[in-house]
Protein backbone atom coordinates (compact mmCIF):
# COMPACT_ATOMS: atom_id res chain seq x y z
CA UNK A 1 0.00 0.00 0.00
CA UNK A 2 1.18 3.30 -1.02
CA UNK A 3 2.16 6.18 1.87
CA UNK A 4 0.20 8.80 2.08
CA UNK A 5 2.08 11.18 3.94
CA UNK A 6 5.88 12.93 3.69
CA UNK A 7 7.32 11.95 6.40
CA UNK A 8 10.67 11.30 6.10
CA UNK A 9 10.55 8.92 9.45
CA UNK A 10 7.28 7.41 8.80
CA UNK A 11 8.68 6.97 4.72
CA UNK A 12 12.36 5.28 5.93
CA UNK A 13 10.77 3.08 9.40
CA UNK A 14 7.33 2.30 8.95
CA UNK A 15 7.94 -0.86 7.70
CA UNK A 16 10.03 -1.67 10.85
CA UNK A 17 7.33 -0.90 13.09
CA UNK A 18 4.65 -2.98 11.25
CA UNK A 19 7.35 -5.73 11.33
CA UNK A 20 7.66 -5.70 14.65
CA UNK A 21 3.90 -5.29 15.71
CA UNK A 22 3.08 -8.44 13.40
CA UNK A 23 5.70 -10.52 15.20
CA UNK A 24 4.20 -9.60 18.81
CA UNK A 25 1.18 -10.53 17.64
CA UNK A 26 2.52 -13.96 16.14
CA UNK A 27 2.93 -16.76 18.74
CA UNK A 28 5.85 -19.67 18.00
CA UNK A 29 9.27 -18.72 16.81
CA UNK A 30 8.44 -20.38 13.18
CA UNK A 31 5.82 -18.63 12.38
CA UNK A 32 7.89 -15.16 13.65
CA UNK A 33 10.79 -16.45 11.63
CA UNK A 34 8.35 -16.44 8.94
CA UNK A 35 7.03 -13.13 8.95
CA UNK A 36 10.49 -11.95 9.42
CA UNK A 37 11.90 -13.39 6.49
CA UNK A 38 9.04 -14.06 4.36
CA UNK A 39 7.06 -11.52 1.74
CA UNK A 40 6.07 -8.80 2.90
CA UNK A 41 2.21 -9.90 1.96
CA UNK A 42 2.56 -11.95 5.24
CA UNK A 43 2.29 -8.56 6.88
CA UNK A 44 -1.26 -7.78 8.33
CA UNK A 45 -2.65 -4.76 6.44
CA UNK A 46 -4.64 -3.41 9.13
CA UNK A 47 -1.21 -2.59 11.46
CA UNK A 48 -0.40 0.42 9.42
CA UNK A 49 -3.85 2.14 10.10
CA UNK A 50 -3.45 1.56 13.70
CA UNK A 51 0.18 2.78 13.98
CA UNK A 52 -0.92 6.11 11.30
CA UNK A 53 -3.38 6.43 14.63
CA UNK A 54 -1.25 5.67 17.45
CA UNK A 55 1.45 7.97 16.34
CA UNK A 56 -0.84 10.92 15.05
CA UNK A 57 0.28 10.15 11.45
CA UNK A 58 -2.31 12.04 8.66
CA UNK A 59 -2.60 11.59 4.67
CA UNK A 60 -1.03 15.08 3.41
CA UNK A 61 -3.40 15.90 1.24
CA UNK A 62 -3.23 18.53 -1.80
CA UNK A 63 -0.48 18.85 -4.70
CA UNK A 64 3.26 19.59 -3.56
CA UNK A 65 4.13 22.52 -6.11
CA UNK A 66 0.76 24.09 -6.07
CA UNK A 67 0.61 25.07 -1.90
CA UNK A 68 2.35 28.40 -1.14
CA UNK A 69 4.22 27.32 2.05
CA UNK A 70 5.94 24.52 -0.23
CA UNK A 71 8.41 27.01 -1.25
CA UNK A 72 10.68 27.18 1.49
CA UNK A 73 10.86 22.95 1.36
CA UNK A 74 11.55 23.15 -2.29
CA UNK A 75 14.64 25.18 -1.73
CA UNK A 76 15.60 23.33 1.27
CA UNK A 77 15.14 20.24 -0.81
CA UNK A 78 17.28 21.54 -3.73
CA UNK A 79 20.07 23.02 -1.56
CA UNK A 80 20.35 19.77 0.47
CA UNK A 81 20.45 17.72 -2.97
CA UNK A 82 23.27 20.05 -3.94
CA UNK A 83 25.55 19.72 -0.84
CA UNK A 84 24.85 15.76 -1.23
CA UNK A 85 25.96 16.31 -4.71
CA UNK A 86 29.23 18.26 -3.45
CA UNK A 87 29.65 15.95 -0.73
CA UNK A 88 29.74 12.25 -2.99
CA UNK A 89 31.95 14.21 -5.41
CA UNK A 90 34.67 15.58 -3.00
CA UNK A 91 34.31 12.63 -0.31
CA UNK A 92 37.78 11.43 -0.50
CA UNK A 93 38.99 15.37 0.23
CA UNK A 94 36.84 16.00 3.00
CA UNK A 95 37.88 15.38 6.43
CA UNK A 96 35.89 13.48 9.00
CA UNK A 97 34.42 16.08 10.94
CA UNK A 98 33.19 17.87 8.08
CA UNK A 99 31.67 15.05 7.16
CA UNK A 100 30.12 14.16 10.18
CA UNK A 101 28.80 17.99 10.10
CA UNK A 102 27.55 17.61 6.47
CA UNK A 103 25.68 13.90 6.93
CA UNK A 104 23.93 15.94 10.42
CA UNK A 105 22.77 18.59 8.05
CA UNK A 106 21.84 16.38 5.44
CA UNK A 107 19.16 14.13 7.67
CA UNK A 108 18.04 17.41 9.47
CA UNK A 109 17.39 18.91 6.53
CA UNK A 110 15.19 15.85 5.19
CA UNK A 111 13.62 15.42 8.69
CA UNK A 112 12.59 19.05 9.16
CA UNK A 113 11.35 19.03 5.36
CA UNK A 114 9.14 16.11 5.89
CA UNK A 115 7.84 17.82 9.18
CA UNK A 116 7.09 20.99 7.83
CA UNK A 117 4.81 19.05 4.98
CA UNK A 118 2.81 17.62 7.60
CA UNK A 119 2.93 20.70 9.28
CA UNK A 120 4.45 19.24 12.87
CA UNK A 121 5.21 22.50 15.08
CA UNK A 122 8.01 20.58 16.60
CA UNK A 123 9.76 21.42 12.97
CA UNK A 124 10.81 24.67 14.34
CA UNK A 125 13.10 22.37 17.09
CA UNK A 126 14.52 20.50 14.48
CA UNK A 127 15.65 24.20 12.64
CA UNK A 128 17.30 24.69 15.86
CA UNK A 129 19.07 21.79 15.63
CA UNK A 130 19.94 22.10 12.08
CA UNK A 131 21.21 25.88 12.71
CA UNK A 132 23.67 24.52 15.50
CA UNK A 133 25.07 21.92 13.23
CA UNK A 134 25.58 24.94 10.42
CA UNK A 135 26.72 26.78 14.05
CA UNK A 136 29.65 23.88 14.01
CA UNK A 137 30.63 23.71 10.45
CA UNK A 138 31.05 27.23 10.48
CA UNK A 139 33.05 27.33 13.91
CA UNK A 140 35.78 25.07 12.49
CA UNK A 141 36.64 27.77 9.62
CA UNK A 142 36.03 30.58 12.00
CA UNK A 143 39.12 31.85 14.51
CA UNK A 144 37.58 30.51 17.90
CA UNK A 145 36.94 34.01 20.34
CA UNK A 146 34.87 35.45 17.57
CA UNK A 147 33.14 31.82 16.98
CA UNK A 148 32.65 32.12 20.73
CA UNK A 149 31.49 35.44 20.94
CA UNK A 150 28.65 34.99 17.53
CA UNK A 151 27.51 31.54 19.69
CA UNK A 152 26.96 33.24 22.72
CA UNK A 153 24.85 36.50 21.31
CA UNK A 154 22.87 34.02 18.37
CA UNK A 155 21.85 31.58 21.59
CA UNK A 156 21.26 34.66 23.81
CA UNK A 157 18.75 35.83 21.38
CA UNK A 158 17.44 32.60 20.59
CA UNK A 159 16.79 31.92 24.37
CA UNK A 160 15.24 35.41 25.25
CA UNK A 161 12.95 35.15 22.02
CA UNK A 162 12.22 31.58 21.39
CA UNK A 163 8.13 32.03 21.47
CA UNK A 164 8.22 34.99 18.93
CA UNK A 165 10.88 33.04 16.54
CA UNK A 166 9.14 29.49 17.07
CA UNK A 167 5.53 31.99 16.42
CA UNK A 168 7.13 34.03 13.46
CA UNK A 169 8.76 30.75 11.92
CA UNK A 170 5.47 28.37 11.92
CA UNK A 171 3.66 31.47 10.68
CA UNK A 172 5.88 31.96 7.96
CA UNK A 173 6.07 28.52 6.65
CA UNK A 174 2.47 27.41 7.66
CA UNK A 175 0.82 30.37 6.07
CA UNK A 176 -0.51 32.08 9.50
CA UNK A 177 -1.40 29.47 11.35
Same mark, same amino acid.
Given at each position: ??????????????????????????????????? #??????? +????????? %?????????? &??????????? +?????????? +? *????? #????????????? *???????????????? %??????????? !?????? &??????????????? +?? #?? !?? &??????????????????????
Amino acid at each position: KQLGNYGFLWQHFHYWMELSVAMKRTNGLRAKLQI #LFGKPDM +VDPSIRPAL %ERKFNINPST &GSFLLQERNRY +VLWQIIATLL +V *LFIFI #LLEHMITMPIKII *LAGLILTTLINCGAML %ERRPWAFHIEL !IRLFIL &GMGLAMFLPPMETFT +VF #LI !IA &GAIILYFKTLQNYYLRYVYDNI
